[in-house]
Structure formats: structure tokens, C-alpha cells
Nanobody, 125 residues
């Protein structure tokens, strides 16, 4: 069982930056692929970024390439999402997700087994 706790959301202006963190429980964190998803009001949850257990592979949605960076610190059991040049359309609840140990990196919502409670990001224009 993996528990995920996100933090770092807030209200910012367009063009600002935020860093989200996701702290994970469990002893096999370095073998767990992690992802960030987001859900805006009235919209479906969508993929943002993912990272392999080692951190050696990353994958991004087209709409965040060049602006967001996913990273992880396996000693701290934490994954991060650095968000730069934020836009009003980035406003959403951001969720951290984990696959089961040993699974490969994925952008598919249904392939993630554990989810955090979400953190709100609001970008004012």
C-alpha cells in the first residue's frame, strides 16, 4: 500500500512559478513510476507528467513541455513538479499518482494504482 500526500499548491499570477511536492510512503519508492495529473472544473482528469522509478525517464503532455519539470528524490520518497510560466488554463486540482512497484512509466490514468488527495493550483490572469 502506498500513501501519497501532495503539497505546494496555491494562488499565483500568470507567468509565476510553483513547485508541487508529493511525499510517498513505502519502502520500494525507487522502483515506483510516478505521475502528475490534473483536473479542471467540468473537465476530465488529464495527464501532465510522469517519471520512472530511477528518475532516468520522463514524459510530458505536449501542453506543458518546456514549462513544467518532473523530478524525484528517492532518498526523501518525494516527487516534484516544477511549474514555470503558469497560465490561467493551468488552473486545476493537481494529483500525484503511483504505479505498482516495477511497473513502467505511463501516461494512462487507468494504469495508476494509488492517488493523492490533490492540491489546488489557481492561476489568475
Amino acid at each position: 500500500q502506498v500513501q501519497l500526500v501532495e503539497s505546494g499548491g496555491g494562488l499565483v499570477q500568470a507567468g509565476d512559478s510553483l513547485r508541487l511536492s508529493c511525499a510517498a510512503s513505502g519502502r520500494t519508492f525507487s522502483s515506483v513510476a510516478m505521475g502528475w495529473f490534473r483536473q479542471a472544473p467540468g473537465k476530465e482528469r488529464e495527464f501532465v507528467a510522469a517519471i520512472s522509478g530511477s528518475g532516468g525517464s520522463t514524459y510530458y503532455a505536449d501542453f506543458v513541455k518546456g514549462r513544467f519539470t518532473i523530478s524525484r528524490d528517492n532518498l526523501k520518497n518525494t516527487v516534484y513538479l516544477q511549474m514555470n510560466s503558469l497560465k490561467s488554463e493551468d488552473t486545476a486540482v493537481y494529483y500525484c499518482a503511483a504505479r505498482h512497484a516495477g511497473a513502467l512509466i505511463s501516461s494512462r490514468y487507468g494504469e495508476y494504482d494509488y492517488w493523492g488527495q490533490g492540491t489546488q493550483v489557481t492561476v489568475s490572469s
